[in-house]
C-alpha cells in the first residue's frame, strides 16, 4: 500500500497550486467592500480614489502569490480615502474582515486606517 503523506507536494500535486482559504476569503472580501461602496453617495472623485485603490487591491490579491503587504496598502489607502470623503463606517467591518485576513500585515497596514 502506498504512503500517504500531508503537506508534502508530490508531482502529481504539484501542478495544483491552490491559494490558501485566506486569501481566498481575502478575495471575497474585497468584493463584498467593492459593493459596499457602490452604494455609498459618494462624489465622483471620491468614488474613482477609492475604486483605484480597491482595484489595485483586489488585482494584487488574484495574483498567484500575493504579497499582503501590498493588498493592506491598497486597503490603507481605501479607507484613508472613505475616511476624508466621511464614510468609512458602512464598510469598515469588511476592512477590519480584511485585516484579519492579511495578519500582521494587515495591522501594519489596514487597521491603521481603522
Request: glycine residues 4%; aromatic residues 4%.
Amino acid at each position: 500500500m502506498d504512503e500517504v503523506t500531508f503537506g508534502s507536494e508530490s508531482p502529481a500535486t504539484a501542478a495544483f497550486n491552490y491559494p490558501p482559504w485566506e486569501i481566498l476569503e481575502l478575495r471575497r472580501t474585497i468584493l463584498r467592500t467593492r459593493e459596499a461602496v457602490a452604494k455609498l453617495s459618494l462624489s465622483t472623485p471620491e468614488s474613482e480614489r477609492v475604486s483605484r485603490s480597491l482595484d489595485a487591491a483586489s488585482g494584487e490579491a488574484a495574483a498567484a502569490r500575493p504579497d499582503r503587504y501590498t493588498v493592506g496598502e491598497h486597503l490603507e489607502a481605501a479607507a484613508h480615502a472613505l475616511k476624508e470623503a466621511d464614510a468609512l463606517e458602512p464598510v469598515s467591518q469588511a476592512l477590519r474582515r480584511a485585516t484579519e485576513l492579511l495578519g500582521p500585515a494587515g495591522l501594519a497596514t489596514v487597521a491603521t486606517a481603522l
